[in-house]
């Protein structure tokens, strides 16, 4: 397998994650979304650090995956906390930045 | 020698130290009386200072004090200090002792005002007083121009002293506009001087008017925009209008700045700077013909005026006339000594004039007569006051207003010297008319209101009378047992004309008002043409209301139209589509984060394609 091959994985997985974050009314599902996205860096790094023989793309990988697990951990929180105070947690109806 | 630059100095700064005190210091001014001997102290400190400072000087001698004012990159521009010389310091005792004077005067003319503008009256006296006499001792043209304002503006203060009446404070902006008209010409000179030597400063433009006179080469212009300030200041043809409504402030007032000292500051100006003027003759003729024709203008409207301080003011613009006129023949010292003389009998019949009309209660004269055996002390100042401004011998005004027409006669000014000598004659006749109707002769037909018991002022107000009616005198007789050098040779039957003029002038009014022997109104019929215009003004009044109200207010609106519909209406069009396209483009910012994040990916999507785009 060549590095294209996961390189067109990792672009395709981010698009599918972007595609998420701007269609998907719940705010839930835009947070998949950006998992995705994120996974895709993710496979970039890997992909590069395998065919490039260094090491700190893994490395860069692990710490990655932690702090991923941070922002979802806040991002939960964020959208219980908007769910308790604006009872909805559809994002059209998160509009406080309308000019 | 180098205490008269600091006397000159102390007797400068005395009155705005008052000054200072009064206007700081709330308390003291709202206490009025306190106020008013403060002022009138340090006004004497200022007159002992001056007299000093006189007695230091030398006649060649120009003592200077400079201080460092606004700094440019290569040395100073301008500068502050004193300059003092012999006749800086004669017109610094002037304007000392004539402000002292006036404000005891004061005391007892405006004992019934309440305190706290007795206050602001003093106040505005030492203000006077300091701006006059830093004007005086002004060393350069920019500390001069700030003085000249500054006396403007007391004038305008002091003529509105009485604001509530709506003619007190007419006259004052009256005043102010006029003046101001001249002064924004007089700045145009200056500046345009400044612009051409480089410098504002007397010394150093005379030590350049000495030195050939190329650098001051084609000077007409300058010179004439410099005379444009001083005749609006002093009241020369057709400026003059504005002094005779300045009568509106207090009478001691009118003494003090409206005849001795501020009108005179143009006279000063001129002689001052006489030495650039004669790098201009022709504005220097006109100068003489303006001043020669003003002096006959302003006469003949004297003789047609009931109110007593219109005659006194009309004379003041007519004696303004001469001095300038003496000026414009080359003779600056004939003119500077009549400055002095008439300074000081001027401010003596201002005087003697308001007592009356403190004890009468009216300024009409035809309301008064018979005041001589009422007012027996006033009449004998207001006597010698008159005699000396018809240029009696052994009186005041004789010596210098001969020596004026001496010297109209040597510039040469043929014409002007003719209308001195018409002029001579009317202020003899002028002023005797007032002396006969007022003074002499039976009650008036119709008596003012107070006139059953007037009676002479009071001692503090007496007492300035007298000190100016023996200067008046001893100045007359020291001249006739001395006298001083004059610049050129009279003619030797300048004297006999000059006291035959005065002597048919006074023979005229005894006939017409004190024998009536010869009918006034008779009089008046015969030369119908000229009373009757000069009842009018000679419609200069009229003239000048013309111009402000239509000229100036035709100017404005059509200036303000194009404010309020060509440059706002341009700012308003812009301002009106910066409001839309910022509401239209508002709309974009919808809220959503999504949104956002679309325009972000899109945004790296074009990046990309540019980024690849094949060149």
Redesign the interface.
């Known amino acids: 397998m060549t590095l294209q091959a996961y390189l067109t994985l990792a672009a395709m997985l981010f698009c599918i994650g972007?595609f998420g974050?701007?269609?998907r009314r719940n705010t839930i599902g835009?947070l998949l979304g950006i998992e995705l996205m994120l996974n895709a860096v993710n496979i970039n790094l890997v992909a590069f650090a395998r065919f490039l023989g260094d090491v700190s793309g893994m490395v860069f990988t692990v710490f990655t995956i932690c702090i991923t697990v941070a922002e979802v951990a806040l991002g939960l929180a964020l959208v219980i906390l908007i769910f308790r105070i604006r009872r909805t947690a559809v994002?059209?109806h998160?509009?406080?930045?309308?000019? | 020698m180098a205490a008269s630059g600091f006397l000159a100095l102390w007797a400068w700064l005395a009155p705005g130290l008052a000054f200072l005190l009064l206007s700081l210091v709330v308390p003291l001014r709202r206490s009025g009386k306190p106020a008013a001997w403060l002022s009138i102290v340090f006004t004497l400190g200022a007159l002992v200072g001056a007299v000093t400072a006189w007695r230091a000087t030398t006649p060649d001698m120009a003592r200077r004090m400079l201080w460092d004012w606004i700094p440019v990159e290569d040395g100073v521009l301008t500068s502050v200090g004193v300059l003092v010389d012999a006749d800086a310091t004669r017109m610094l005792i002037l304007v000392a002792l004539v402000s002292l004077l006036v404000q005891v005067y004061s005391l007892g003319y405006l004992a019934d005002e309440p305190p706290a503008s007795l206050g602001r009256y003093y106040t505005y006296q030492s203000l006077f007083g300091f701006s006059m006499m830093g004007l005086v001792l002004a060393p350069n043209f920019v500390q001069l121009f700030i003085c000249w304002e500054l006396v403007g503006l007391c004038s305008y203060l002091l003529i509105g002293y009485w604001y509530p009446r709506p003619e007190a404070a007419r006259a004052a902006v009256k005043a102010f506009w006029i003046t101001k008209a001249g002064d924004a010409f007089f700045l145009i000179g200056i500046v345009m001087l400044w612009s051409r030597t480089g410098t504002f400063d007397f010394s150093e433009l005379f030590e350049l008017a000495q030195g050939g006179g190329e650098a001051l080469a084609g000077l007409g212009l300058v010179t004439f925009f410099i005379y444009l300030g001083a005749a609006g200041k002093s009241a020369q043809f057709p400026f003059h209008v504005w002094l005779p409504d300045a009568m509106e402030g207090p009478t001691p007032v009118s003494a003090l700045i409206h005849a001795a000292t501020m009108v005179t500051a143009g006279v000063y100006l001129l002689f001052r700077t006489a030495f650039l003027f004669e790098h201009a003759p022709d504005v220097l003729g006109a100068v003489g013909w303006i001043g020669a024709f003003t002096a006959l203008l302003a006469a003949t409207l004297a003789c047609v005026q009931s109110d007593i301080k219109r005659v006194l003011a009309y004379s003041t613009v007519s004696q303004l006339g001469y001095m300038m006129a003496a000026i414009g023949a080359g003779f600056g010292g004939a003119g500077f000594l009549h400055l002095l003389t008439h300074g000081v009998f001027k401010a003596l019949l201002f005087l003697a004039a308001g007592a009356v009309i403190h004890a009468v209660g009216t300024n009409d004269i035809f309301a008064m007569g018979g005041l001589a055996r009422r007012m027996p002390q006033t009449f004998i100042v207001f006597l010698v006051g008159t005699l000396s401004l018809a240029g009696i011998p052994f009186f005041a005004g004789f010596f210098s207003k001969e020596e004026i027409l001496g010297a109209a006669w040597a510039g040469g000014l043929t014409v002007p010297f003719g209308m001195l000598v018409l002029a001579a004659f009317l202020t003899a006749f002028y002023m005797f008319r007032v002396v006969f109707i007022a003074f002499l002769g039976g009650p008036a037909a119709a008596p003012g209101h107070g006139e059953a018991h007037a009676h002479d002022a009071p001692a503090i107000m007496a007492l300035p009378l007298w000190i100016l009616a023996a200067l008046a005198m001893g100045i007359g007789i020291w001249f006739s047992v001395s006298h001083p050098a004059a610049e050129f040779a009279p003619p030797g039957w300048l004297t006999p004309l000059a006291v035959a003029v005065a002597g048919a002038g006074i023979a005229l009014a005894w006939l017409v008002y004190g024998l009536r022997a010869i009918s006034a109104d008779r009089l008046f019929e015969r030369f119908a043409w000229i009373s009757e215009a000069a009842m009018e003004r000679f419609w200069l009044d009229d003239l000048f209301a013309l111009v402000y109200r239509r000229l100036i207010l035709g100017v404005s609106r059509a200036v303000g139209w194009v404010d309020r519909y060509i440059v706002d209406g341009v700012l308003n069009v812009l301002s009106a589509w910066t409001l839309t396209a910022g509401d239209r483009l508002?709309?974009?910012?919808?809220?959503?984060?999504?949104d956002?994040?679309?325009g972000i990916?899109l945004g790296v999507l074009l990046l990309m394609v540019w980024m690849r785009w094949p060149k």
Not at chain 1, 94 to 99: A, P, Q
Not at chain 2, 586 to 594: E, H, L, V
């Open positions: 972007l974050v701007i269609t835009i994002a059209d998160l509009d406080l930045l309308k000019g | 508002r709309r974009i910012q919808t809220g959503q984060a999504q956002y994040v679309y990916a």
